[in-house]
């Protein structure tokens, strides 16, 4: 009995354009960046900038700025990576994370009022201090 299946048109058509399993995709295109997962890190981001600049009362975490929002490790999950500003008093990186941890909820509230999904992402952060800039 003949082997029809390995000699469809299909698969030789994929063999000869250098695909390379049997489903089809070349590694190339498997390795494709998720434009919806950045765009929630951007929506993200632009909420968490507007949330600890204004709309929380805290006076140590307005004073930090907000490096980045990367998936850790997909779209459910996102680690917010700020930094903390050198002030008059030194503040200690502890005591700002959990600072972050109480107001968690309130954060990831206006992370939902800001994006289109049905569930919001939970946050985790990453506090750092501040790099000095040498003139």
Known sequence: MKNFHSRSPRRQSARRHGYSNDLGYHEEFQQKPDYKTAQLCKQTFRALCQSLAGDCGDPVLQNLVLESVTPAPDAT????????????????????????????????AAVASAIYRKKAPELTFLVLPMPEVQP
Do not use: N, S, W, Y
Request: proline share 6%; with cysteine.
């Open 77 to 108: 999950r996102l680690l917010v990576t700020v930094l903390a500003k050198p002030a008059d008093a030194p503040v200690d990186l502890t005591c700002i994370f959990h600072r972050l941890e109480q107001v968690k909820g309130m954060l990831r």
